[in-house]
């Protein structure tokens, strides 16, 4: 049957939440998307005027093509170039999602996004929808076609996967942009010693190239080989330029409600650092430079407003 303004109109009133249950989920934007356009064509398929309750049905229909989508997403990791890093979002991006709570902020963090990568497809699911969205363990249990029971116990063990791998502490923008600002005077320093006052003794540093930019196959772990590795990254070099396509403008910014280092070449966004801080220091480093990651950051980037650069790196 041919959708009526009215039935397309609730479905486009829904897209913001289910775009951020996809994201979430998938931890890429493009695939996000590309899920809730398949929704919508299910939608689109449906016998619209027997559905009782559009949320429901949609949310359902998203989940499961999420939960498809995570079971040949973790296929494709065994072959993916390097490490594995999620799509970072801007400050304001609409596809963040609900920031009322503590627990919605910290389920779209980067940290936490890297940490769902941990969970098992419904392990996934369930937190999203609970932690992220408030859904009742029954409702979770009737889109996931299982007992109240079984989402009540994935929940608590995919909460404890989570926590057990979970160091971010809840900071204020203020808090967040000084943390930027000694971070990239330390790693500009041309000195290891600032980086690592810094950093906890634990630290480790990820990058994400997925084969198109150098990334090292495996993290650097310690404040020492973090803050030797930063303190490299940041060193000027014509190999570096010639790689991105010039000098890079270097930004302090927000990205998944954390913050980060953002660096951009000619108005485009070829790298976001997100930075992981506790209250001992900066725990994380995760560095996104995969091109094929960085296509909605940098429409973002030319849709607000964003200061003056830091400084001019490579």
Known sequence: ??????????????????????YRMLGSAGEAEDAVQETFLRWQAGDVGRIEVPEAWLTKVLTHLCLNQLASARARRETYVGQWLPEPLLEGDPMLGPADT??????????????????????????????????????????????EASAQQIFHRAKKHIAEGKTRTEIDEAAARRIVDEFLAAATSGRTEPLVRLLTQDAVSVGDGGGKIPARAKAFEGAVAVAQFLRGLFKPGKAKRDLIGGSAEVYAATANGGPAVVAVVDGRVVGVMCLEV?????????????????????????????????????
Not at 2 to 11: I, K, N, P, S, W
Not at 112 to 126: D, F, G, H, K, T
């Open 1 to 22: 049957m041919a959708l009526t303004m009215d039935d397309v109109d609730r479905f486009e009133a829904a897209r913001p939440r289910l775009e951020a249950i996809a």
């Open 102 to 147: 503590v627990e919605q902020r910290e389920s779209v963090s980067y940290a936490v996004l890297a940490l769902l990568e941990r969970l098992s497809p419904n392990e996934r699911a369930v937190y999203v929808l609970r932690e992220a969205f408030a859904y009742a363990h029954r409702e979770i249990a009737e889109i996931l076609d299982i007992s």
């Open 278 to 314: 506790t209250s001992e220091g900066i725990a994380a480093v995760r560095n996104q430079v995969n091109p094929d990651k960085l296509g909605r950051a940098t429409e973002r980037w030319a849709a607000c407003e964003h200061g003056e650069p830091l400084f001019t790196a490579f």
